[in-house]
T-cell receptor
C-alpha cells in the first residue's frame, strides 16, 4: 500500500516555462513533507520542505504548496532550466515515534528542453 | 566535511556470495538509514539506526543485516546474495531532524 504517490512517472517542459510536480499521500499522520532531487549516478539531494502548519514555502525558483484537506502537495519550478532535469522524489514523515523515517514516492523524471 | 560516503560504487556478485556495503558519515549524526532503489521505484527503507548499538528493521529487511558499533559507521551485510537484491543502495544520515543527507549510492548486480 503506497502511502506517498507520484502518479506522473515523467514530465517534459520547455526551458523558461513552469514545471509542476504533484504528490498525493494517504496517511493523515504525515505532517512534514520534503522534495528531493536526484541526478543519475548520484544520491538524492534535499530541495525544499514544508510543514503541515503551512500551505506554502518558497525558496528561489522553487515553491511547494500543501493542501492538507486534499492530502496533496505540489512543487512548482519557475522558470524551469535545463539543469533542473532530474528525478524528483516526494517524501513524507511525522508519524509519532517515527525516528525521522521518510516514506518516498516513486519519483517523477523531469526533462527541461532547451 | 565529506558528508556521507559509501563504498564500493559498483559491485557484481554471484548468487550465494556475501558482501558488506560500507557507509560512513562525518557529521556526528545519530540517525542513519539504508535504502534500496529499484528501477522506476522509490526508495524503500531496509534498516535504520538511532544511535550506536541500536538498530531496527525498515520496510524490506529480509536478506540483510546491519550493525552500528560507532556513530560514524553503519555497514549493511548481504549474507546469501540473490538476484532480487540487484538494486542501488543508498545510505543516509540525519541529526535530530527530518532532513536526511544521502551518500552517492552503491550499484549492486547479483548474477
Amino acid at each position: 500500500d503506497q502511502q506517498v504517490k507520484q502518479n506522473s512517472p515523467s514530465l517534459s517542459v520547455q526551458e523558461g516555462r513552469i514545471s509542476i510536480l504533484n504528490c498525493d499521500y494517504t496517511n493523515s499522520m504525515f505532517d512534514y513533507f520534503l522534495w528531493y532531487k536526484k541526478y543519475p549516478a548520484e544520491g538524492p539531494t534535499f530541495l525544499i520542505s514544508i510543514s503541515s502548519i503551512k500551505d506554502k514555502n518558497e525558496d528561489g525558483r522553487f515553491t511547494v504548496f500543501l493542501n492538507k484537506s486534499a492530502k496533496h502537495l505540489s512543487l512548482h519550478i519557475v522558470p524551469s532550466q535545463p539543469g533542473d532535469s532530474a528525478v524528483y522524489f516526494c517524501a513524507a514523515s511525522g508519524e509519532e515515534g517515527s525516528n525521522y523515517k521518510l516514506t518516498f514516492g516513486k519519483g517523477t523524471l523531469l526533462t527541461v528542453n532547451p | 566535511n565529506a558528508g556521507v560516503t559509501q563504498t564500493p560504487k559498483f559491485r557484481i556478485l554471484k548468487i550465494g556470495q556475501s558482501m558488506t556495503l560500507q557507509c560512513t558519515q562525518d557529521m556526528n549524526h545519530n540517525y542513519m538509514y539504508w535504502y534500496r532503489q529499484d528501477p522506476g521505484m522509490g526508495l524503500k527503507l531496509i534498516y535504520y539506526s538511532v544511535g550506536a548499538g541500536i538498530t531496527d528493521k525498515g520496510e524490506v529487511p529480509n536478506g540483510y543485516n546491519v550493525s552500528r558499533s560507532t556513530t560514524e559507521d553503519f555497514p549493511l551485510r548481504l549474507e546469501l546474495a540473490a538476484p532480487s537484491q540487484t538494486s542501488v543502495y543508498f545510505c543516509a544520515s540525519t541529526s535530530k531532524g527530518l532532513l536526511q543527507f544521502f551518500g552517492p549510492g552503491t550499484r549492486l548486480t547479483v548474477l
